[in-house]
């Protein structure tokens, strides 16, 4: 086996981040090279620089075939180097054909060569075994199927090393397999496959080596034939926990949420109890349906079926307006899309949601300037004064006017979804603090979060999702990185 | 970090005037308007007339041409705020106007029954368009088109395409309110019909209630952002259908006083109103992309909109040159508010890059540590 790809000492750092620090790495022909490693470990970078989106720092080098290069998305994909990303990249409203060939239309004389491009394929669909037409449209393809097609389109021009970023995210098993199917045969005719996934079974099953990326840094790289998934998962974490936020523990009151058997909206059956004075830590995969869950109870996504209690009430969330009346907050991840009102100002946004609440007709906006001017002070919130537009603020004071607004309609059950995601490390240590502060007040918090630390930290218990259900619950001391990743990525049967 | 603020004022603390007060770039530019006209005036008749642009017969001549559009231009900021657009209302005012007169001279209904049954039919058609829009995910300009021509085709069908002329039962409408007043400039006798004082009346509610009230926040909440207001527990389907909904009260009184003035239900009568307004509307700097925009700045734009075709006549330029003047004060007005914004924005950058340099020189002598404060405060403001 000769080698294609060769990457040395790589670094990328971004402002304040140092995202790759000197990683190594090779790919041969005709092998599957698995890149492992939790959210955040460097993964998408790496591959980003590989499809020529990013430029790595000084004094990496990039080989292609023995030559020294340097990729940008043009020379990356005249060397053959094909990224297939998460998300399908597809025109919706073209058929198969069309999708493959577009950007690189066959034409004689400016015309379009339509039996040419529906020839050829048909040829490549036949080559990936799939039963795809070429006249079906894009919309009415399932996810899997317009994955096919994305890797048809690579394979349609000159392809050397096909990158596929966790291509099998949300496919049932059926799809999986065939995918897998795809990439054997890829691995069969020569081509390099760099092999991108949360789910160690596929990594297994399809992988000759894997390099295990932690925090930026390469851990280990080994060929996977007789390793062990608790050797791969071992490297995986080894995060010093002593480095980790010291938070201080309360008391546990009494059952302020009972969610029985919940299923709807991509989550199936989950079951839990919420106290007061606890954070309940959901940890998981990106994509598992921790925020999907959230949604459900906060009734801005439909539940089929299940039962929940508040305060030991049965109710029926149908409406974000009714979780708010029963006192849940809910701290989305999106902060600006879905969080935030962004041209408006601090004032107007930490009053709306509290209007639920109120009777009146009426609002003055003196009465809303004073509200806001209060949060800016109580969530030391750096601005000049509580009219300015949400919009000048930083990622962390922004996600405090976003707790004000929840705090200001005197929510019980907080739901927060990627806390500290985007916020500089001052301003996620003062909210988590103001998380302990809501515990000590008997508040209860349900918490989803990738950042493997603040799950740690923060959570008095932990459940674990999984292809949106729960693989498992984890208190106490049982709360380890590596105890967690089991649960979301080892074994199915496990 | 904390000190190095308290020590400097923050940048974007001082704001210029134009951005404090988000009308004043369109007041300016109308007022502008108004004194060059009165200064062509002045100058063409050699400073011996009083400009008569200005005298009060004048002012009342144009208030009685734009309180309609101008009522109908209130609720088509309350639409425009929550992102959605009406391009319905010229036809449905002609609607209207053909079903009441038939209500008055054909169907025998009485005056007061037809113009209830006017206004009704002018809310439903307008709620169940707000229905759609809001329940489906179908652009609101085209729900409104489609509405558009099919008003014109119930209209055409309602008078079978003839016009409906009354013997002025609608004349009560019409009444001077301020019987005996004469211009003490030209001596000519002014005239305030009751729809210019409830245009009036109509601005002040719909100024109150998009401010003062929780539903007026909502509106903008919607506009500016659905998502992030549905998940604030507001309830998103239905405010953006209910200002559908008083888009239809308004065009309805708006289109009966349209008639009460020519008497006579005709397809050409709200003819072009749907251009008028979104244009008073969009010169006042309401945001076509919605949650931006307030009615104080709509009755600059009615104003300044009513007052160009006069200006036009005044100055006895040909009628035709008004439409040119219009388009062109659209664009002014609203590219005039982006270029506003876009200094004031590029002032506070170099305010704040002045405040940075001065902070590094100062930060030499001071030492690496307060650098890298500065560094991360540069940091902040930037995210």
Known sequence: ?494 | MSETHAANPTPQARESLFKRYQNLTVFSIYASFVAIVVLVQLVSSGFARFPTFVSPVNIVNILQQVAVPGMVAVSMTMVMISGGIDLSVGMLASLVSIIVSLGVSQWGLGVWPSIALGIVSAIVLETIMGFIISRTRIEPFIITLGGMISFQGIALLLCNSREVVMKGELDFLTTNLIQGVKDPVTGLILRIPPYVVIFFVIALIGGLLLTYTKYGRRIYAVGTNPRAAFLAGIDVKNIRLSVYAIQGLLVGIGATMLLARINTGIITLGQGLEIDTIAMVVIGGTALSGGRGNIVGTVIGVFFLGSIANAMNLLRLPSEVQFLAKGLVVIVAVAAGDVSSQISEFRALKREQAWARKEAAASKKGGAETQASVQADMQDSSA
Request: charged letters at 25%; aromatic letters at 6%.
């Open chain 1, 1 to 494: 086996m000769d080698e294609i790809l060769r990457l040395s000492h790589i670094s990328k750092t971004f402002p304040g981040v140092r995202a790759l620090q000197d990683i190594s790495f090779d790919l041969k022909r005709g092998e599957v090279h698995c890149l492992c490693g939790e959210n955040g470990a460097g993964k998408s970078t790496l591959i980003k620089i590989l499809s020529g989106a990013y430029q790595p720092d000084e004094g990496g080098q990039i080989f292609f075939n023995g030559n020294e290069v340097s990729l940008t998305p043009v020379t990356a994909l005249r060397m053959g180097i094909h990224t297939i990303y998460q998300e399908n990249i597809v025109f919706n409203d073209l058929n198969v054909a069309e999708n493959i060939f577009a950007g690189a239309e066959l034409t004689r004389r400016g015309l379009l060569q339509r039996k040419e491009m529906r020839r050829r394929t048909e040829q490549v669909l036949r080559y990936l075994r799939s039963d795809l037409k070429p006249d079906l449209r894009m919309n009415d393809l399932a996810s899997g199927q317009q994955k096919i097609v994305e890797i048809a389109k690579a394979l349609m021009s000159k392809s050397n090393v096909i990158i596929l970023d966790e291509p099998t995210a949300s496919f049932s098993s059926r799809e999986i397999d065939t995918v897998l199917d795809i990439v054997r045969t890829l691995k069969k005719d020569g081509l390099g496959v760099i092999y991108i996934s949360h789910h160690l079974d596929e990594i297994f099953e399809v992988g000759d080596r894997a390099t295990v990326l932690r925090d930026g840094r390469k851990v280990s790289s080994y060929p996977i034939a007789g390793l062990g998934k608790t050797a791969l998962i071992k490297d995986m974490v080894g995060r010093d926990p002593s480095t980790f936020y010291k938070r201080e523990r309360v008391a546990r009151g009494e059952t302020v949420l009972e969610v029985r058997n919940v299923t709807g909206n991509g989550v199936k059956n989950i079951s839990f109890d919420l106290h007061r004075g606890e954070v309940l830590g959901i940890a998981g995969m990106v994509g598992s349906g921790r925020s999907e869950l959230l949604e459900v109870l906060f009734g801005s996504a439909p539940l089929v079926c299940g039962e929940i209690k508040i305060k030991g009430r049965p109710v029926k969330p149908s409406n974000p307006e009714e979780a708010i009346r029963n006192k849940i907050c809910y701290i989305t991840e999106d902060r600006q899309g879905t969080g935030l009102f962004l041209p408006k100002t601090i004032a107007e946004n930490v009053v709306v949601a509290n209007m639920v609440n109120t009777r009146q007709l009426w609002t003055l906006p003196s009465e809303e300037l004073a509200t806001g001017e209060k949060y800016v002070k109580l969530l030391n919130i750096k601005t000049p004064s509580a009219e300015t537009q949400v919009v000048n603020l930083s990622g962390g004071n922004q996600q405090k006017v976003v707790l004000g607004k929840w705090f200001n309609t005197g929510g019980e059950i907080y739901f927060f979804d990627e806390p500290s995601r985007g916020i500089d490390v001052g301003a996620k240590q003062e909210i988590y603090k103001v998380m302990v502060d809501l515990l000590k007040e008997g508040k209860a918090i349900l918490m989803v979060s990738s950042d493997m630390p603040e799950v740690i930290s923060m959570s008095d218990r932990v459940i674990v999702f999984k292809r949106g259900e729960m693989a498992g619950e984890l208190a106490g001391d049982r709360i380890t990185e590596e105890n967690i990743l089991t649960l979301s990525i080892g074994d199915s049967k496990a």
